[in-house]
């Protein structure tokens, strides 16, 4: 089936999903059975799938059939399932995490949600569903959603989600407001009479608040929708896997008024699946780097304490700081740099693996990670680089800092890995060839032709010069020096 080969590619995403079973144990038999439809484009459908399946799992006892198809069809592409006579009937809830908004028969349309009526089977919307079948004349798909949007914001941000119903049992655990790591706010032209509200996050295009969390009812069909989760580091947080969860048990009428499972109905409470295969505990967010299994033999090591600056050096009164954990470099318009500047180990390291995460907040300018080089004055900046840069992530490739410039570009591999946020990365530096991994995936294997200039040197983390606002993060940072020739973050 083509869904399985294309989860098992994804298997490497997912470090390790967090528990939320409410500790009560599990049956062994999962009760429900669950369709994932996914597929069209704009979206890593094939680690969404892996998501959504086992996060879901986790939480709610839950098997899954997975229907993933038309990624490169274009926008006009009919999911085949559709097609069969009472294709619904084996499932108890069916999860629509499709996007193919150019159909126009509305025959088909209409098709998809009679099944849905005939059946009384629960459905689930997640983000492009409430896009796809737009193009139809026909308003029985957004009837059956409860919501109508046919756009979006311009910009990808961060959104602040706020609980509108702190008393319904999906929202009853959900935070009073809630951050995304990322996110693409769809516009809500028109809520359908039978739609309630959960959640909204403010829109500074249209000055309202456009609901991005919902439940509703029609002709019998008890609904759930979130326009939340175009990017896969917002749907592997703990508050949307959580609330899809709630929101999936109440659609199936299995969630208490406490927003808890009813008896029989929690999940595996098992993480099966960790980064490269390698089990180690049960690590999220910026515990990831210490999660990834280094091979016998290395001995890994924390660069970064997640307290304070010790063992680094660099304009740490200007420009670096550290909040929650994370080392943040970043500059006002007042006083952006000239020069790029650097905060540096004061160890050097030659051959090495090293594992961490990058997160662009602000400006699109690219930073990235100084390796093989040295210390350098330039422009009156003091602790500037010169060396090989691993850049992130709006400029993927390497550079030569200050001989040789651009020495390696992407060729489309990691603007493809690229998450939009938290990405998680892995350097693999000997010799004279840089391996570099991506969110599970290896974008790039270089070697320098040059091999005097990949010398000993310290590591360096890039705030880029600039004129305006710029906010980079760093997280992780774990490092084993003389490691062995491969990758540990891509399975194999």
Same mark, same amino acid.
């Given at each position: 089936m083509e869904s399985l080969a294309r989860t098992q590619i994804a298997v490497a995403f997912v470090a390790v999903l967090s528990l939320?079973?409410?500790?009560?144990?599990?049956?062994?038999?999962?009760? *429900?059975?669950?369709l994932l439809v996914a597929g069209g484009c704009c979206h890593d459908y094939p680690r969404q799938n892996l998501i959504i399946t086992e996060g879901l799992s986790q939480r709610v006892s839950i098997e899954w059939d997975i229907v993933h198809e038309g !990624?490169?069809?274009?926008? !006009?592409?009919?999911?085949?399932?559709?097609?069969?006579?009472?294709?619904? /009937?084996?499932? !108890?809830?069916?999860?629509?995490?499709?996007?193919?908004?150019?159909?126009?028969d509305v025959s088909f349309v209409e098709s998809i +949600?009679?099944?849905?009526?005939?059946? =009384? +089977?629960?459905? +689930?919307?997640?983000?492009?569903?409430?896009?796809?079948?737009?193009?139809?004349?026909t308003d029985e798909w957004r009837k059956l959603l409860g919501v109508t949007s046919r756009r979006h914001e311009r910009a990808k941000r961060?959104? #602040?989600?706020?609980?509108? $119903?702190? /008393?319904?049992? @999906? $929202?009853?655990?959900? &935070?009073?407001?809630?951050?995304?790591?990322n996110g693409e706010l769809y516009v809500i032209e028109n809520l359908w009479p039978s739609c309630k509200p959960l959640a909204a996050a403010y829109s500074p295009e249209t000055k309202s608040d456009q609901p991005c969390i919902w439940i509703n009812e029609y002709e019998g069909v008890r609904v759930f929708g979130t326009t939340l989760g175009h990017h896969n580091e917002t749907m592997i947080a703990d508050e949307w896997l959580d609330t899809v969860s709630r929101g999936v048990l109440w659609s199936i009428g299995k969630l208490n008024d406490e927003g808890k499972p009813m008896k029989g109905f929690v999940g595996s409470g098992k993480a099966p699946f960790s980064f490269a295969k390698a089990a180690s505990g049960s690590p999220t967010?910026? !515990?990831?780097?210490?999660?990834?299994?280094? &091979?016998?033999? #290395?001995? &890994? +090591?924390? *660069?970064?304490?997640?307290?304070?600056?010790t063992g680094w050096e660099g304009h740490t009164d200007k420009?670096?700081?550290?909040? %929650?954990?994370v080392i943040v470099a970043k500059n006002s318009e007042e006083n952006a740099p000239k020069v790029s500047t650097y905060l540096l180990t004061k160890k050097k390291y030659r051959n090495f693996r090293l594992v961490y995460e990058g997160k662009l907040?602000?400006?699109?300018?690219?930073?990235?990670?100084?390796?093989?080089?040295?210390?350098? /004055?330039?422009?009156?900046?003091?602790?500037?680089?010169?060396?090989?840069?691993? $850049?992130?992530?709006?400029?993927?490739?390497?550079?030569?800092?200050?001989?040789?410039?651009?020495?390696?570009?992407? %060729?489309?591999?990691?603007?493809?890995?690229?998450?939009?946020?938290?990405?998680? $990365?892995?350097?693999?530096?000997? =010799?004279?060839? @840089?391996?570099?991994?991506?969110n599970g995936m290896e974008v790039a294997d270089w070697e320098d032709p040059m091999p005097e200039f990949c010398g000993e040197g310290p590591i360096g983390l890039q705030l880029h010069s600039n004129k305006v606002p710029q906010e980079v993060?760093?997280?992780?940072?774990? *490092?084993? #020096?003389? &490691? #062995?020739?491969? *990758?540990?973050?891509?399975?194999d």
């Open positions: 939320t079973a409410q500790g009560l144990a599990a049956d062994a038999k999962p009760k *429900l059975k669950g !990624d490169k069809a274009g926008r !006009d592409y009919r999911v085949s399932i559709y097609s069969n006579k009472k294709w619904i /009937d084996r499932y !108890d809830v069916v999860v629509h995490n499709e996007c193919f908004g150019g159909i126009t +949600v009679n099944e849905h009526k005939r059946s =009384g +089977v629960p459905a +689930v919307f997640v983000h492009c569903a409430m896009h796809s079948y737009r193009a139809a004349e961060q959104l #602040e989600v706020r609980n509108l $119903m702190a /008393d319904h049992p @999906i $929202m009853a655990a959900f &935070p009073k407001t809630w951050t995304t790591p967010g910026a !515990d990831w780097s210490k999660s990834v299994k280094f &091979p016998k033999g #290395e001995k &890994p +090591v924390a *660069l970064f304490n997640g307290k304070n600056l420009y670096f700081s550290i909040k %929650d954990g907040v602000q400006s699109k300018m690219h930073s990235g990670i100084a390796i093989w080089g040295k210390k350098f /004055d330039k422009g009156n900046e003091t602790h500037s680089y010169q060396g090989h840069l691993v $850049m992130f992530p709006s400029n993927w490739g390497f550079w030569d800092l200050y001989r040789r410039n651009g020495i390696y570009r992407d %060729d489309g591999r990691a603007k493809k890995a690229d998450n939009g946020g938290w990405n998680r $990365m892995e350097i693999l530096a000997v =010799g004279n060839r @840089i391996r570099f991994a991506v993060q760093f997280r992780g940072l774990i *490092l084993s #020096e003389n &490691p #062995e020739e491969r *990758l540990v973050t891509v399975a």
